[in-house]
């Protein structure tokens, strides 16, 4: 496990990365913004994170998750949910997240507006965009993405905020930005139709700087910040 000295290291080295990458590809100063995946991580690496005014933490598993919110409920962290929804899980995904980034059918979507507590202000949600190339067959194409956003946009207690996708790796930067923006012109016909988004959740640790040259407005980074994960309890 890292030291709480390499954390905040890491943390200041990767918002330098952030926002070099702004500079280079003449982003606006600050339009980025960090989301630290703590997954598989101690709820002791998130106070060390947060220390260093990191307040957005991702997570994926479920149940990890809510241990850990339920341990650190005092702080003032806002959480994403960014791992795969089994559909009959939602309730707690709805009422201890503020963020969902992995929505990719209408069946949980509708399930997160009828389960988000209505004390709550509304939901985050982004569509999880499937880019993947090698099977286009497992990929959603432009038009499923279009009138999933609109189905999505119309359900109450939830707010439509982007996109999100999780691309494979690739040998080069130019390949990886290649598929980043297919993304970002993805979101951008999304906007073309209508509907008012703000958040691009692309890039990890390995491809932050390709995913910030074509747009992302949020970048979700684990090993750069935390050091290798623990592996499945
Ligand atoms: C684990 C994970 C990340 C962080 O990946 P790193 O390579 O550790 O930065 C980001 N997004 C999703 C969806 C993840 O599952």
């Known amino acids: 496990m890292p030291t709480n000295i390499a954390i905040k290291e890491n943390i200041a080295q990767t918002r330098e990365r952030i926002t070099a990458a702004e500079k280079k590809f003449n982003r606006a100063a600050g339009s980025v913004s960090l989301l630290a995946v703590s997954k598989r991580q101690p709820a002791s690496a998130i106070l060390t994170a947060l220390e ?36 009959n899980k939602t309730g707690p995904i709805a009422t201890y997240f503020d963020w969902v980034h992995s929505v990719s059918s209408l069946k949980v979507a509708k399930r997160l507006s009828t ?11 982004c569509l999880q ?7 286009s067959k497992s990929g959603t194409t432009l038009e499923e993405l279009c009138t999933l956003a609109a189905d999505v946009a119309a359900l109450p207690h ?13 040998e080069t930067f130019e390949q ?8 970002q012109q993805a979101q951008q016909h999304l906007i073309d139709a209508g ?8 890039g990890m640790s390995a491809d932050l700087e390709a995913a910030i040259a074509e747009g992302s407005t949020m970048v979700r980074i684990g090993t750069a910040i935390f050091g290798p994960r623990k592996t499945a309890p």
Not at 117 to 125: F, G, R
Not at 176 to 183: D, G, L, N
Not at 195 to 202: R, Y
């Open 158 to 170: 939830i707010k439509l905020r982007g996109l999100m996708a999780i691309p494979q790796k690739t």
């Open 115 to 125: 389960q988000r507590p209505k004390t709550l202000s509304d939901l985050n949600i």
């Open 52 to 87: 260093q005014q990191q307040f957005h933490f991702g997570e994926n598993y479920l149940q990890e998750a809510l241990d850990k919110i339920d341990a650190l409920q005092e702080q003032p962290i806002i959480w994403h949910y960014i791992g795969a929804i089994q559909s």
């Open 129 to 135: 965009f499937n880019v993947s190339e090698e099977d």
């Open 195 to 202: 509907h008012p988004l703000d958040t691009l959740s692309l």
């Open 176 to 183: 990886q930005r290649a598929i980043f923006h297919t993304v």
